[in-house]
């Protein structure tokens, strides 16, 4: 009686520590654990034993009926920290077991533990099935992820410069997939600082990435940081898909929570996140239903978990190279940059586009020393009280200066046209006008970059399109957002037509449909569609995306049903 009393204790202690703790770790009653017991089956484990590991996939969600299990943290450094102790009624798990990802933590039992293992595609089923109580679970696995990422709790050690362009690569990576890591500086952590001694990385080496099986990566790539930390599932076996959306932005999200739902098998494919450019938006205020507005990475982040809800394998990150229309076996394939084949009988195009780059000469120079893309609040901490520049007039960049503003001492708004009223939302340009350390300069382009000997920005030149006027400032961070080329490269040989900006043409503008019924966003390959920024004539909006996720879905049932019939 004492140990349960002693260990209660210690649970609600280490509760505490959580936001909205009674949300995060609810206890289920009687009756609730009865109606889960129709989607898992009892399992049975000895003291010291681990129901689930570290970097190993987990196998669901345990639900537990007698005992405790101690929930630690351990770090590929050797570290061990206690997250929580749980006991009956209490479920274990976090998101990544919708999908059956690695587990961020581990699970050991203390003293005989008695549990319900609920497995990831039955744990999805029940979240469909039980509306009420598969609500509350999905809550909690929510805030429990929330809550590991805000802690720096589980997922790989980065350890370099927190200014080092490796190190905000990385860690704008894994913070836009909702991936909890943590950062050690070596001019200030011991355990960094022996990992550093050992491995003696040269500059290019930054950041050492340390998983959670002690594997150390130099500076590893997306791709290759993502296999390491088991976030990449490929193509299951043989299988062909009812529907392989390539981009996961809104459009892609919206295709695949909505596919999911009405019962197709949907595989979703991207080469970096899920949320494509809206992802990086720090504050979205016109979207229909959030009068306050959402962050970008919010509204994604809540797609993103929908979809898997639903079902929806999604594949992050990976590439497709190509796509092969001749439908051999009856299956769209595409290969994908890990060497496997994704086949499917319909194909979403929701690639999206990627901001284009000015022409300014040595650019590609600082790309990731101090010239960003997109400004999300790993970039802002570099910007923190100094002047930073941002090149651009659209509703994005409007958004990027306003979020910036709160961080730097002065944004300087360089705009290549002479005024914002064509291209930027209204409240936007009020949000501008009324920020006192926004600073337009219209009808002005940048003329040249330069940096110091470590290939770091330092100073950015301009000059006025309307005189000889040129004027220069110390600045360290430039931001750009001037207009996207559409990704459509791998697109080459299928026969989908594309439009002069190389923008996928769809419906009656396409002339190979000419004289035949089709559906808006069917292109000139039947059988595959566009959605969102990618498509040709579409509005650049999250809302225009998402209704067109929404919308394809009809057609994909038409098309997938015509499919099925026999010819006569």
């Not at 669901?60 to 061990?80: K, P, Q």
């Not at 439908?327 to 586009?353: I, K, N, Q, W």
Request: net charge negative.
């Amino acid at each position: 009686m004492a140990q349960d009393e002693s260990q209660r204790a210690e649970g609600d202690a280490l509760i505490s520590r959580f936001s909205r703790p009674e949300q995060t770790f609810p206890t289920l009653a009687a009756a609730e654990i009865e109606r889960l017991r129709l989607f898992g089956e009892v399992r049975h484990y000895k003291d010291g034993e681990l129901l689930f590991e570290t970097g190993k996939r987990g196998p669901g969600m345990f639900v537990v009926l007698s005992g405790h299990v101690a929930i630690t943290e351990r770090d590929g450094l050797g570290h061990v920290t206690p997250v929580i102790d749980q006991g009956p009624g209490q479920f274990l798990a976090e998101l990544g077991q919708l999908s059956g990802r690695p587990a961020l933590v581990d699970g050991r039992a203390e003293g005989d533990v008695e549990v319900l293992l609920v497995p990831p595609d039955r744990l999805r089923a029940l979240l469909v099935a039980e509306a009420e109580l598969g609500e509350r679970i999905m809550r909690a696995l929510i805030l429990r992820r929330v809550n590991l990422i805000q802690g720096g709790v589980g997922g790989p050690v980065l350890i370099g410069p927190s200014n080092s362009a490796g190190v905000v690569r990385l860690q704008g990576f894994l913070t836009r997939n909702g991936q909890p890591h943590h950062l050690l500086d070596p001019d200030s952590e011991h355990d960094a600082a022996e990992v550093i001694a050992r491995y003696s990385p040269k500059p290019e080496d930054w950041p050492l990435v340390v998983t959670a099986d002690g594997t150390v990566l130099r500076n590893p790539s997306e791709i290759e940081l993502g296999r390491a930390i088991g976030m990449i599932g490929g193509p299951k076996n043989d299988r062909i898909y009812d529907v392989a959306i390539v981009g996961c932005g809104p459009a892609g999200l919206a295709t695949a929570v909505y596919a999911a739902s009405e019962g197709l098998s949907v595989a979703v494919v991207d080469t970096r996140a899920f949320g494509g450019q809206a992802g990086a938006s720090a504050r979205i205020e016109n979207y229909l239903g959030f009068p306050t507005g959402i962050s970008g990475q919010a509204l994604a982040g809540r797609a993103f978990t929908q979809a898997q809800k639903f079902g929806a394998d999604i594949m992050i990150p990976m590439s497709v190279k190509s796509l092969d229309c001749s439908r051999a076996g009856g299956a769209f394939a595409l290969a994908l940059d890990c060497g496997d084949t994704l086949r499917s009988r319909a194909v979403v195009v929701a690639s999206g586009a990627r901001y284009r780059r000015p022409e300014i000469a040595n650019l590609e120079e600082f790309e990731g020393r101090g010239v960003w893309y997109w400004a999300s609040p790993v970039e802002a901490r570099l910007c923190s009280g100094e002047e930073v520049a941002l090149v651009g007039a659209g509703n994005s960049a409007g958004q990027a200066a306003v979020f910036l503003s709160g961080h730097a001492k002065k944004v300087w708004m360089i705009i290549r046209g002479g005024g914002l009223g064509a291209s930027m939302s209204r409240y936007l340009i009020e949000r501008i006008e009324a920020t006192p350390n926004i600073e337009l300069l219209f009808n002005t382009e940048i003329t040249a970059l330069e940096g110091d000997e470590t290939s770091l920005l330092r100073r950015i030149r301009w000059k006025s399109r309307l005189s000889s006027d040129e004027d220069s400032a110390e600045i360290r961070n430039l931001f750009l957002f001037v207009g996207a080329d559409p990704a459509t490269g791998w697109l080459a040989g299928c026969g989908v037509t594309l439009d002069r900006g190389g923008f996928v043409v769809t419906g009656a503008q396409s002339e190979q449909n000419l004289g035949r019924l089709v559906a808006p966003l069917e292109t000139s390959v039947p059988g595959v569609y566009a959605v969102g920024d990618v498509r040709s004539g579409s509005v650049k909006r999250v809302g225009g995306a998402i209704g067109e996720g929404a919308q394809v879905v009809a057609s994909l049932h038409g098309y997938l049903g015509d499919a099925a019939k026999p010819a006569l």
